[in-house]
Nanobody, 125 residues
Framework: QVQLVESGGGLVEAGGSLRLSCAAS????????MRWFRQAPGKQRELVAA???????DYADSVKGRFTISRGNARTPVHLQMNSLKPEDTAVYYC???????????????????WGQGTQVTVSP
């Protein structure tokens, strides 16, 4: 099992920037999709940004033009650059990596769906 650990969260004033990173306990291959979610107090977890293995991206309307998801390397597969932060961006941010890996010499694959524990982002007015 691979553990994901988010970093880069913290307290920032409105209009500021943060860059989140998602590090894996070991190299990950066979990634199909990478995503960032967030959950604010009293609200459901929501998808913030996603990137497919082909590089296509998708963003929540609330962050379009301000957030950028990017691919990293096998040990730190995904980042999230957050600019022009707003108080409503305050939440715990989670990374998610989904894919499949080869498990035997015949090439059989099993799916995986890894999640991090989250990092707090707080934006002050």
């Amino acid at each position: 099992q691979v553990q994901l650990v988010e970093s880069g969260g913290g307290l920032v004033e409105a209009g500021g920037s943060l860059r989140l990173s998602c590090a894996a306990s070991r190299s990950i291959s066979g990634i199909n999709a990478m995503r960032w979610f967030r959950q604010a107090p009293g609200k459901q977890r929501e998808l913030v940004a996603a990137m497919s293995s082909g590089g296509s991206t998708d963003y929540a309307d609330s962050v379009k033009g301000r957030f950028t998801i990017s691919r990293g390397n096998a040990r730190t597969p995904v980042h999230l650059q957050m600019n022009s932060l707003k108080p409503e961006d305050t939440a715990v941010y989670y990374c998610n990596v989904e894919g499949s890996r080869v498990v035997n010499v015949e090439g059989a694959r099993v799916d995986y769906d890894y999640w991090g524990q989250g990092t707090q982002v707080t934006v002050s007015p």
